[in-house]
């Protein structure tokens, strides 16, 4: 059975495979507002998010002061730091910005809790998985 306050984070290859995600998340119970794309481009993100019909990760999301904070960030700080809003782990977060790195984009089924300072939820659900 699923939970749908559970985090979910799938890493995929292309926007065939986001839109799939999208639509298996969606079939879970997932409401389309809280299904997520990041890539490490801001312009691929908005571009997919644009043809799969995801989000991305806004201010409603991060909170004002990540928020407002990211706009002095490095882009990869900034990623972290949406995906920390959504509770993953700083661990977790450094490890999926290196998968972004290398082209891979994230996919992500949120919970609905926000996070701050060094909160993470440690449910979160990763595929593929992966040993720490």
Same mark, same amino acid.
């Given at each position: ?36 794309? @990041?890539?490490?481009?801001? &312009?691929?993100? +908005?571009?997919? %998010?644009?043809?799969? /019909? ?6 409603? #999301? ?33 490890? @999926?910005?290196?998968?972004? &790195?290398?082209? +891979?984009?994230? %996919?992500?089924?949120? /919970? ?6 060094? #909160? ?13």
């Amino acid at each position: 059975m699923n939970n749908l306050s559970n985090t979910k984070v799938h890493t995929v290859n292309n926007a065939v495979e986001v839109q799939d995600q999208v639509y298996k998340f969606q079939t879970e119970g997932y409401p389309k507002d809280n299904i997520y794309v @990041l890539t490490h481009d801001k &312009d691929r993100t +908005k571009r997919i %998010v644009n043809s799969t /019909g995801a989000e991305r990760i806004g201010v409603a #999301e991060e909170g004002l002061g990540t928020a407002i904070a990211n706009i002095f960030r490095s882009n990869g700080d900034e990623l972290r730091a949406k995906m920390r809003s959504l509770g993953i782990s700083r661990q977790d977060a450094e490890r @999926l910005e290196r998968e972004m &790195d290398q082209d +891979k984009i994230l %996919v992500i089924a949120w /919970g609905g809790k926000e996070y701050s300072g060094d #909160e993470f939820d440690p449910a979160v659900y990763y595929y593929p998985h992966y040993m720490a």
